[in-house]
């Protein structure tokens, strides 16, 4: 928002959410390559560790490791799930024994495992742009945990939902709520979480940052001698206590 200058008559100056904004969009832009040049290889190392430790959580203990990452650096996943698949005997037709397993084996590719590292380099972005105060360190250390836990189980989501996509492709009479409900938080965990999460917690926990974007409003007090002629001002009045005295009648007149 611009703003008339008090120093010099007829300039403008940029108000604070202006600031904010040009600030918050040139640390994004350096942000984002600091991300993509630099750090994504060691949170991608680090997220690969937090989902390997709660992917074994889920699973028996001794199982095959959860994440596993092939050459190309795509991430391959397996994920313990409790199911039957009754196979079709290729010389009757008809359908064999069922089979029972106990995994789901899949590979989410690395360009869409790196969407879930976007969110902490924004949050930074978005509290360093924000006026620094007593709460910027505070909001700035707490906020990166929090970012990098909804990280860590967002992407813990979108497996468990391919996971079960992938067991729902084995029963062709599946329900199709579940099918729906499926995609809809495949959109949600992909589409909207990493770009308002870090939104979202920057304003919980930055206070600063908080009441620039919802200031609080004071009413104006206007004195009746600084109101212009012909305009409608709120003036606020302080009506004076009325004289408690028996003797004496509220309008100043004594009895």
């Known amino acids: 928002?611009?703003?008339?200058?008090?120093?010099?008559?007829?300039?403008?100056t940029l108000g604070p959410q202006a600031r904010f904004v040009l600030r918050g969009s040139i640390l994004l832009i350096g942000m984002l390559a600091l991300w993509w040049f630099a750090?994504?290889?060691?949170?991608?190392?680090a997220?690969?560790?937090?989902?390997s430790v709660a992917l074994r959580l889920l699973s028996s203990p001794g199982s095959k490791e959860p994440v596993e990452l092939d050459p190309s650096g795509d991430w391959n996943f397996r994920v313990p799930v409790e199911d039957t698949q009754r196979e079709t005997n290729p010389a009757s037709g008809k359908g064999g024994a069922p089979t029972k397993f106990r995994a789901i084996e899949f590979t989410i590719p690395r360009s869409d495992v790196v969407l879930f590292t976007f969110s902490v380099p924004v949050f930074w972005a978005i509290v360093l742009g924000a006026p620094l105060g007593k709460s910027s360190a505070r909001a700035l250390l707490w906020g990166t945990a929090v970012v990098a836990v909804v990280e860590v189980f967002s992407l813990l989501t979108l497996v468990e939902i391919t996971a079960y996509?992938?067991?729902?492709?084995l029963h062709p009479s599946a329900d199709g709520l579940a099918a729906w409900a499926r995609d809809v938080g495949d959109k949600i965990v992909v589409g909207v979480i990493p770009f308002a999460a870090p939104v979202l917690v920057a304003v919980a926990l930055h206070r600063d940052l908080r009441s620039q974007i919802f200031p609080e409003s004071h009413p104006a007090i206007i004195n009746a001698d600084d109101a212009l002629p012909g305009t409608a001002q709120g003036i606020q009045v302080q009506r004076p206590a009325l004289d408690r005295n028996p003797d004496r009648d509220p309008r100043g007149r004594s009895r």
């Open 39 to 45: 750090l994504q290889s060691p949170m991608l190392f």
């Open 47 to 51: 997220l690969e560790g937090a989902e």
């Open 165 to 169: 996509a992938v067991v729902a492709q």
């Open 1 to 12: 928002m611009l703003r008339p200058s008090s120093s010099k008559p007829g300039s403008l």
